[in-house]
């Protein structure tokens, strides 16, 4: 309960100055990706795009490009934990099939794990 009160003391005042900014950067500007474009190329008219449009656009590209350079930076832990989570199933299985071929009573997973962690 905590953690979504401070959300919302994070997330609305936050919205808040995100949309007083686009309210005070409503002018058009042009988008220009031609670097070597003459100044009479450039103050030609035509149509201009507002202000805080690209902006929110940069900074849109960046979260998604820093979220997509994390996921691949954090490739290998993912490949670790899928290769433990394999051990775990095949061990908890063989183990199973151990007790079964024993006549030991069936338990649930986590009771193996309390046993073998000596937890209980």
């Given at each position: 309960?905590?953690?979504?009160?401070?959300?919302?003391?994070?997330?609305?005042?936050?919205?808040?100055?995100?949309?007083?900014?686009?309210?005070a950067n409503?002018?058009?500007?042009?988008?220009?990706?031609?670097?070597?474009?003459?100044?009479?190329?450039?103050?030609?008219?035509?149509?201009?795009?507002?202000?805080?449009?690209?902006?929110?656009?940069?900074?849109?590209?960046?979260?998604?490009?820093?979220?997509?350079?994390?996921?691949?930076?954090?490739?290998?832990?993912?490949q670790r934990?899928?290769?433990?989570?394999?051990?775990?199933?095949?061990?908890?299985?063989?183990?199973?099939?151990?007790?079964?071929?024993?006549?030991?009573?069936?338990?649930?997973?986590?009771?193996?794990?309390?046993?073998l962690l000596?937890?209980?």
């Open positions: 309960m905590v953690s979504k009160i401070v959300g919302w003391l994070v997330l609305v005042p936050l919205c808040a100055v995100l949309i007083v900014f686009a309210l409503r002018q058009f500007v042009i988008v220009n990706f031609n670097p070597f474009a003459s100044v009479d190329q450039l103050a030609a008219p035509g149509y201009g795009v507002p202000l805080f449009v690209v902006l929110y656009l940069v900074l849109l590209i960046g979260v998604l490009l820093g979220g997509i350079a994390t996921w691949f930076a954090q490739g290998h832990h993912r934990e899928r290769h433990w989570r394999r051990e775990a199933n095949h061990l908890t299985s063989e183990l199973s099939a151990l007790r079964k071929s024993q006549g030991q009573p069936a338990t649930s997973p986590t009771a193996d794990v309390d046993d000596e937890l209980r």
